[in-house]
């Protein structure tokens, strides 16, 4: 996981695709910022719609809000 968060930190220009609440999309990363602990958040752009999410999030592949999430590094 440490390895992941570190690519991700540096990942800003990387795509990342999933479905967030039933609804397909692909964006890319356009920031990352770290949260309390050790955790990262990054934002994702798709046209006109903004992701803000977590980086355990994007490593487990989802939560309750997402799924089948992947980061192209």
């Known amino acids: 996981m440490n390895t992941f968060m570190n690519a991700l ?3 800003v ?3 990342v695709s999933g479905i967030y609440n039933q609804e397909p ?3 890319t990363i356009t920031s990352t910022r770290a949260m309390y602990g050790t955790d990262i ?3 994702v752009e798709d046209g ?3 992701y803000l999410i977590d980086g355990t ?3 487990e592949g ?3 809000s997402y799924s ?3 980061v192209y590094f």
């Open 9 to 11: 930190w540096n990942a």
């Open 48 to 50: 006109d719609k903004m």
């Open 62 to 64: 989802g939560n309750r």
């Open 13 to 15: 220009g990387s795509q």
């Open 25 to 27: 999309f692909l964006g």
């Open 68 to 70: 089948n999430l992947h």
């Open 57 to 59: 999030t994007l490593y």
């Open 41 to 43: 958040q990054v934002t």
